[in-house]
């Protein structure tokens, strides 16, 4: 079954709840028992309550209200989030919040999907790097941004600590040997915008690899912020915290 099939299948109410992450199949089947849940009608905009967990609804695009929290179904979890400076993206950080906390609870509930482990940070971003961020729960995305045969390009705003002139740039582009390969790591792109700011694109997904190239180049990062992934440009009215669902055209400039 395609993705496009399996978006177009019916599911009950109960379901849907679980599978978008508002708790256990006991939890999701209380709450519409409850009255806890309401159901937009597509045809007239009314909000119903159904307690009946066995009823039957297309989930994509439908619209609930969940003790109050109006959500929008999406069978798969794909969002962009503008991370903030003084945030780890990993589920257990060690000393900063996680990126995690800063999505609602149903996004950060998400079952399991195989061997996704719920909602994932696709690569991660350094504690004091800003910008664009994708999560998702759909493995074979999360595999395709992350695989060399795709080679997806990442653009990042480099803050320099000295000023450079265009010689940064042709190391960059030349490649640089990074403590851990003997193989350069070379820029696809890069720009100087002005002496201390730097537009680079790079390919793959090394460890600190904006930060290891420019210190193997002779200059340091001041501040580090990824503006785009692939096509995809972080919207300017996606505010720094805030998240969002990918629409089709999003997944589309993504490019894989
Ligand atoms: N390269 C880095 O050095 N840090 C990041 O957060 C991303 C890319």
Redesign the pocket.
């Known amino acids: 079954m395609d993705k496009a099939e399996q978006e177009q299948h019916t599911m009950q109410l109960q379901d849907i709840l679980f599978a978008q992450g508002f708790g256990t199949r006991r939890v999701c089947a209380g709450l519409i028992q409850q009255g806890h849940v309401l159901v937009r009608s597509a045809a007239t905009g009314e909000w119903q309550p159904c307690v009946d967990a066995g009823t039957e609804f297309e989930p994509e695009g439908l619209r609930l209200r969940v003790q109050g929290l109006d959500w929008v179904c999406h069978v798969r979890a794909c969002i962009m989030l503008h991370k903030p400076a003084g945030i780890e993206c990993s589920q257990k950080p060690s000393a900063w919040p996680s990126v995690y906390t800063l999505l609602p609870a149903p996004l950060r509930q998400r079952p399991n999907k195989g061997a996704v482990q719920g909602v994932q940070a696709v690569g ?3 504690q ?2 800003t910008g664009l961020l994708l999560l998702t729960d759909d493995g074979q995305l999360i595999h395709r941004l992350a695989s060399p045969k795709h080679d997806v390009p ?1 653009v ?1 705003e480099v803050t320099l600590k000295h000023p450079a002139d265009t010689s940064l740039c042709a190391k960059l582009l030349a490649g640089v040997v990074l403590d851990d390969d003997p193989r350069p790591v070379r820029a696809a792109a890069c720009e100087l915008a002005d002496p201390l700011h730097l537009r680079l694109t ?1 390919t793959g ?1 090394k ?6 190239m420019v210190a193997a180049a002779g200059n340091r ?1 001041e501040a ?1 912020h ?1 503006s785009q992934i692939g096509g995809l440009k972080l919207p300017p009215d996606l505010a720094v915290g805030q998240w969002r669902w990918l629409q089709a055209q999003d997944l589309a400039l993504l490019g894989v």
């Open positions: 991660r971003l350094d004091d790097t990442k990042y790079l997904g460890y600190h690899q904006v930060k290891r990062v580090l990824r």
